[in-house]
Each structure stands twice: as C-alpha cells, then as structure tokens.
C-alpha cells in the first residue's frame, strides 16, 4: 500500500552562481513521499526549483552524490525539478517479504523483463509477490514525472569503468560522437536523434541509443526509448562536479531554448 506523506522544505541559503541572465537564483522547495515496499519505506525528495516543469533531473542511485551536487548549482540558476530516491547512500535496495529478503537495483525496474533480471541477479529468490512490489515502486516513480518534461538522469562512475567505450560493441548505439580528447568517462546517452544532434555538435561525447534494438536492461532509458520520449542520462566520473555541472547546463540550454524538445502528454 503507498503511503505519501507531503513535507515542504525551504532551503535557506542557496548556493549563488553566476549565469542566470536575470540573476535570480531559485530557491528548492521539497516534497518527499514515502512508498512502502516490503518492511522498507522508500523516501522520494522532489525539489521544486522556481515554476518551471520543462526540465526534470532523477537521481536513483543514492550513491551517487557528485551528480546531485551539480544539478543543484544549475538548478538554482535555471529553475526546474530536481527528484531523488533516498537509499542511505546505497546503490542497490534491499528489502525483506515474508522472511525472504530481496535487492535490486532501482534504475532496472521500469520493464518487466528489467525487474525479474535484477532480482534474479542480486537477490536468492525472485518471487511474483517480489517481482510485483518492485513494479509497484517503479509506477509510483514515475508519476512524479511530469508527463511533458524532457527527462534529465544523473550517473557517476568511476575511472575506467562504465563510459562511453561500452557502447562501441554490440547493438545498444545507434550512434556514437567522441571527439579528440574528450574524457570517455564523461558522456551523454540520449534516445532523441535531435538531442544528439545538438549535444555533438556543442562538442561533448554523446551516445543515440538503438530503441528498437538495445538490449532490454529495465533502464529508464529503454523505458522512455520504447515510448519515444526525449531522454539524457548525464554520465560523469565521481568527484567530477564542475565538469558534470557544465554537461548539465548544456541539456538545459538546449531543451528550454527549443520546444520541440518537450515530450507529448502521452
């Protein structure tokens, strides 16, 4: 059964930062709901920054604390909606049903195919009541999006591990742009030919996934890839705050400048 309980914070000293051409600088007002799952109670934190519904930034792994930090600083300069699961500061969660105990990891769980692999992989047992629960946390996630909104995911990685090089082999890219230099750490994965197009040429490393052919993950890019929505994960290496701020400031420029970036209600 969900449970939602509404609190509204205000954040009393935003960081300032230049850039915002009226100078306004928006403070975050935050919601958190709460969603039971098992004997766990999933926190959700929706920042609310100024009026604008437009932009949409996730963060579902609870460790990944440099990209929260740099969507905050361009947040409070553009306005948007900033939307965080709360997981103590783990990557994958864990939660227990009938004296069975189950982990999985929150950014797998948006295709049905997605969620029995992640729980198959990282818990004992997969059962339909787990399965059905996991499904249940991954409906409730997304309808805190507003339906419109061009949809901005926040990811760290470490050095040498996943980046934009894993997308060379294989069928997931439907094209690939790095330039001379770049950090393959640091890279943007879209399923908007026209995001791709605009990101490449702004100069970063970019990756158009294959919506019809990338491998079934239960991501959230495979989610809004199969229904044709406009979606950038915004991958950076841990640590790497000013470079990720300037990558997500660029999407943001980039959306909010042209409409036809904004999804369909449908």
């Known amino acids: 059964m969900q449970k939602i309980i509404l609190l509204l914070v205000a954040y009393?000293?935003?960081?300032?930062?230049?850039?915002?051409?009226?100078?306004?600088i928006f403070t975050g007002k935050e919601e958190t709901h709460v969603y039971a799952i098992g004997?766990?109670?999933?926190?959700?934190?929706?920042?609310r920054y100024g009026q604008s519904r437009d932009v949409v930034m996730l963060s579902l792994h609870s460790n990944e604390t440099t990209s929260i930090s740099a969507a905050r600083s361009v947040l409070e300069r553009s306005g948007g909606i900033l939307i965080s699961l709360e997981n103590n500061g783990e990557r994958f969660v864990?939660?227990?049903?009938?004296?069975?105990?189950?982990?999985?990891?929150?950014?797998?769980?948006?295709?049905?195919t997605g969620v029995r692999a992640t729980l198959r992989q990282h818990s004992r047992h997969h059962a339909r009541e787990a399965v059905r629960s996991v499904e249940g946390l991954a409906r409730f996630l997304l309808r805190k999006i507003p339906?419109?909104?061009v949809l901005i995911a926040l990811h760290n990685n470490d050095d040498g591990g996943w980046s934009l090089d894993s997308y060379k082999a294989g069928k997931d890219a439907a094209g690939i742009h790095q330039p001379e230099g770049q950090d393959p750490d640091d890279f943007?994965?879209?399923?908007?030919?026209?995001?791709f197009q605009a990101l490449r040429a702004a100069g970063y490393n970019v990756v158009l996934q294959h919506n019809?052919?990338?491998?079934?993950?239960?991501?959230?890019?495979?989610?809004?890839g199969r229904k044709q929505k406009a979606y950038v994960n915004v991958e950076a290496e841990t640590g790497k705050i000013n470079e990720q701020a300037a990558m997500i400031d660029a999407v943001v420029r980039i959306v909010n400048g042209k409409s036809k970036f904004r999804n369909p209600a449908k």
């Open 188 to 195: 943007f994965l879209v399923t908007d030919r026209q995001l």
């Open 39 to 47: 004997n766990r109670r999933m926190t959700l934190k929706t920042t």
């Open 212 to 224: 019809r052919r990338a491998h079934d993950d239960g991501s959230l890019s495979i989610y809004y």
């Open 12 to 24: 009393c000293a935003p960081l300032i930062v230049t850039g915002q051409p009226s100078g306004e």
């Open 147 to 149: 339906a419109t909104a």
């Open 94 to 112: 864990t939660f227990s049903r009938r004296g069975r105990s189950y982990t999985f990891d929150p950014n797998r769980i948006f295709t049905k």
